[in-house]
T-cell receptor
């Protein structure tokens, strides 16, 4: 069964550095999402992406964040200048057209020191 | 936005016992999913169930959309069932964000 994949599984970075989290959605899916989960808390929506543009974003998704689909398979989340509070698990998800069901990747654990 | 509440927040079961987890939501939904977050933090998709009843092995789920709740049943629990169970809903007009509940933390003891 096709799966959403994410790399790396764990990333450690220093405060102020830029990070790029990568996702490969399921190949025939058209809707893409990023979520984050701070340790011990619930999963929070960051951004949704369709037809090469952002369709919705939360208040968390400020100017430090950006998303891109650089080619036909990857979907990336960039954090320009990381802060300690960006430490969290980041999940990518995708959905096919005409379906509301979202398929989640295994997550990338980001640790900012 | 839509509110999602789960109960109980914590649950301890003896191995072999049955349990029911509840998810209440504040508005009509297009999508309701149940997830199990394992000890490594991975989200495992259990059910996509905006309405009706589904079963998968020892797990089953029922959503009564008109009354805005969903139930997840775990029968004959095993230690591997431990983790956090999340309900997540999408209630917008399109393919929008999913809102997660706060979860039920389940511990199954031998």
């Amino acid at each position: 069964e096709p799966e959403v994949t994410q790399t790396p599984s764990h990333q450690v970075t220093q405060m102020g550095q830029e990070v790029i989290l990568r996702c490969v959605p399921i190949s025939n899916h058209l809707y893409f999402y990023w979520y984050r989960q701070i340790l011990g808390q619930k999963v929070e929506f960051l951004v949704s992406f369709y037809n090469n543009e952002i369709s919705e974003k939360s208040e968390i998704f400020d100017d430090q964040f950006s998303v891109e689909r650089p080619d036909g398979s990857n979907f990336t989340l960039k954090i320009r200048s990381t802060k300690l509070e960006d430490s969290a698990m980041y999940f990518c998800a995708s959905a096919r057209q005409y379906s509301y069901e979202q398929y989640f990747g295994p997550g990338t654990r980001l640790t900012v020191t | 936005g839509i509110q999602v509440e789960q109960s109980p927040p914590d649950l301890i079961l003896q191995e072999g016992a049955n349990s029911t987890l509840r998810c209440n939501f504040s508005d009509s939904v297009n999508n309701l999913q149940w997830f199990h977050q394992n000890p490594w933090g991975q989200l495992i998709n259990l059910f996509y169930i905006p309405s009706g009843t589904k079963q998968n092995g020892r797990l089953s789920a029922t959503t009564v959309a008109t009354e805005r709740y969903s139930l997840l049943y775990i029968s004959s629990s095993q230690t591997t069932d431990s983790g956090v169970y999340f309900c997540a809903v999408e209630g917008g007009g399109g393919y929008q964000k999913v809102t997660f509940g706060t979860g039920t933390k389940l511990q199954v003891i031998p």
